[in-house]
């Protein structure tokens, strides 16, 4: 018997992702007085970094000392009053998560059921939207890539559907998992909250999230939206203007953020979303070389964030996971909710390459053998050949 594990554990859940040393280091030095001159410097990076990550120029960024599920309440509060109508799509456990969570504030949640296996469908967001003649609706809310099934949902078609219906009511969408790994765009797919988190495509460890605001929706929220006091924008936006908090903000945490938006820029914020679409084609290839299934069925709407796999049936996907673990050291995210033990997920986001997903992929196929769950042979060796005949970008003409 030995406790000791050596080399380094992999992080293969989709989120917290594994925190690069960069950030480690960052993160790690001295707490100084957020209400001292020194920390107007690192608030105000914090806030303009991510306004680049949003992709905004008039967005409001806010940082909440939070996980995702607070900046999930703060959207809805500061925008939403009680009895008010949402418009919200079933993609899976996250979307069902903020559905409840509407519910529970007393806003009066419409949803669009979805059979988990692809993103939101513009088409029927128009259909409900043309049918509310008298707008009722005040807010459509999107999870753009929904972590629990590996799907993402094409938010400038929501758009356009808002658009093509001359529909007022706000966009909303979750990018808790999607920002910095897939593409999001605030400004140019007019979107009014986005919500994300610090602990997924961000590299950062958990207890950080964000609002980016539209004008329109910090408009709203001046006169309107419910009872509330911790989660104000309008409290957040005052001293955040030149770079200071209306109350302790999480100030190791925004050193590690301003290191995390650096280190993405200097790859380059498209080169980071080519490096996750190739991984998730590669993680794809091998699943189905395995003769299993990919539970996302939308071509097109497959996550480069993480990939979701049914496991056969009367196999246990939680068992498989125990296996994998305990013989490879590798943690591999569980089925959520109505997919729990049915389906195992691969986390292929954040600070992680080449060698990390074939590393990860062989810990996989060795451990399908291991738990005796029927597959075939070379899903790894798939992964490489679709690795070797996408060369990234950069490294093309070497
Ligand atoms: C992780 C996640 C959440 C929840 O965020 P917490 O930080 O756990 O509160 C919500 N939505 C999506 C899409 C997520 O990936």
Not at 58 to 71: D, E
Not at 84 to 99: A, C, I, N, P, Q
Not at 104 to 130: C, H, M
């Amino acid at each position: 018997m030995t406790s000791r594990k050596a080399g380094r554990h992999f992080l293969q859940i989709p989120g917290p992702s594994a925190v690069p040393d960069r950030i480690l280091r960052a993160i790690s030095a001295q707490t100084i007085d957020h209400r001292g001159p020194d920390f107007a410097a690192v608030g105000k990076a914090a806030l303009e970094g991510m306004k680049t990550i949003f992709k905004t120029d008039a967005g409001h960024v806010i940082i909440f000392p939070a996980s995702g599920t607070g900046a999930w309440e703060a959207a809805l509060i500061n925008t939403l009053s009680e009895g008010d109508r949402v418009l919200m799509y079933e993609t899976g456990h996250f979307s069902m998560l903020w559905m409840k969570m509407a519910k529970r504030l007393g806003l009066a949640p419409e949803f669009i059921e979805g059979d988990w296996r692809g993103g939101a469908d513009p088409d029927a967001i128009a259909e409900r939207l043309r049918a509310d003649k008298g707008h009722e609706i005040k807010a459509v809310c999107v999870v753009h890539n929904e972590t629990s099934t590996g799907s993402v949902s094409p938010i400038a078609e929501v758009r356009a559907a808002m658009d093509a219906v001359g529909h007022p009511a706000l966009l909303m969408v979750d990018s808790i998992s999607g920002l910095a790994s897939v593409d999001f765009r605030f400004d140019e797919w007019g979107v009014d909250v986005c919500v994300s988190g610090s602990q997924k495509g961000l590299m950062l460890p958990p207890g950080i999230s964000f609002n980016c605001v539209s004008d329109k929706a910090m408009e709203i929220s001046r006169g309107g939206g419910m009872r509330r006091s911790y989660w104000d924008w309008q409290d957040m936006t005052g001293p955040n203007e030149t770079g200071y908090f209306p109350y302790t903000p999480a100030t190791n945490m925004l050193y590690g953020l301003n290191e995390a938006v650096a280190m993405l820029h200097e790859e380059g914020l498209e080169n980071v979303f080519a490096r996750h679409a190739r991984h998730g084609a590669a993680t794809r290839a091998a699943v189905r070389a395995w003769g299993l299934e990919v539970l996302c069925r939308q071509q097109g709407q497959e996550s480069g964030v993480l990939t979701a796999v049914l496991m056969p049936e009367g196999h246990s996907a939680d068992a498989f996971r125990a296996t994998v673990l305990a013989h490879f050291d590798i943690s591999l995210g569980n089925g959520l909710s109505k997919v729990a033990d049915r389906v195992f997920r691969i986390g292929h986001l954040g600070d992680f390459n080449d060698a990390m997903l074939i590393g990860t992929l062989s810990g996989i196929e060795m451990g399908l053998s291991k738990a005796g769950i029927p597959h075939s042979t070379g899903g790894t060796a798939a992964a490489m050949k679709v690795l070797e005949e996408n060369v990234p970008q950069h490294l093309a003409a070497e």
